[in-house]
């Protein structure tokens, strides 16, 4: 069976990293190996629980705020094997999602998987017993639990795997998305390219609440930077959602293929569209 690195990055999420580690410990097959990326913070291990498996912690440091793209590309640079799963750390791995990926790998190497998520509420989140009732305390994604098989364009990085050779011949994710927003979808995009093929399997990951925001207004100036920057690579707009609900609050102006940022909005206006 595949050694398989997880592979997570981290910022200010401290609680969550616990419990992301809790549960890989929960595993019916362990991780060969836990590699964390800190984003613009200094690395940690004092609280973390005992583990069978090995734990590194790396910094990353950057001008950017949150570096997705190059975090995640320097996790895959550090992975010591073969095959690598992406979880995002506000998640929970199944016990079952290891073996899963496992015996995928162990079929087919070449191509790209995807994993699915269902959403832990804020109370359930909390509770001392989540981790033995993690499907019970769930709720389906809205969206993406009506596909079998996700299309690319519902492409994902908070639970994926694939060989290094794969996220090589994709390219990892493209850098000039800078912050939160679409490279995602670009990295799924360029390995449609590439004739990586997608396969969903079933395998899960429970992500844990926090604050976040519909439409995440306090990300509007990255989102708006890199849709323009996904239109230039694919004629086409990400994030159409939410581009039109920016537009709809006159935060943008939006066309076939210009998009401008308007105004920015406040505090007290970013607070309001906090989600319960």
């Known amino acids: 069976m595949p050694s398989i690195s997880v592979l997570t990055l ?14 890989l410990i929960n595993s019916e097959i362990p991780p060969a190996e836990l590699v964390i990326v800190h984003m613009n913070e200094s690395a940690y291990a004092e609280d973390f629980p005992v583990t ?6 790396v910094e990353l440091r950057s001008e950017e705020t949150l570096p997705l793209a190059k975090a995640r590309n320097y996790a895959f640079s550090l992975a010591q094997h073969d095959h690598c799963v992406l979880v995002d ?24 998987y ?18 033995e009732h993690l499907e019970s305390y769930s709720q389906a ?62 395998v899960t990951a429970y992500h844990q609440y926090h604050p976040s925001y519909s439409p995440p207004l306090n990300h509007l100036e990255s989102i708006v930077s890199n849709a323009r920057q996904f239109y230039q690579k694919w004629k086409l707009w990400p994030m159409e959602g939410w581009l039109a609900a920016f537009q709809k609050r006159g935060y943008i102006t939006w066309s076939e293929d210009q998009i401008s940022v308007e105004k920015l909005p406040s505090i007290t206006e970013i607070q309001e569209t906090l989600k319960s």
């Not at 069978?52 to 912690?57: A, K, N």
Request: a neutral charge; glycine letters at 8%.
């Open 10 to 23: 981290v910022k200010g999420r401290k609680n969550a990293l616990l419990q992301f580690i809790r549960g």
């Open 52 to 57: 069978s498996f090995p734990i590194r912690c």
């Open 89 to 112: 750390v506000d998640c929970i791995v199944s016990p079952s999602l290891l073996g899963m990926y496992a015996d995928a790998f162990e079929k087919e190497d070449s191509v790209l």
């Open 114 to 131: 995807a994993g699915k998520v269902r959403y832990l509420t804020q109370a359930n989140t909390e509770k001392p017993d989540v981790l």
């Open 141 to 202: 994604d809205p969206i993406r639990s009506r596909f079998d098989q996700f299309p690319y364009e519902l492409f994902w990085s908070l639970n994926f795997g694939c060989s290094r050779k794969v996220f090589h011949t994709i390219g990892g994710f493209d850098e000039s998305f800078t912050g939160y927003g679409a490279e995602d979808t670009d990295f799924s995009f360029t390995a449609r390219h590439r004739g990586i093929e997608l396969i969903t399997l079933p």
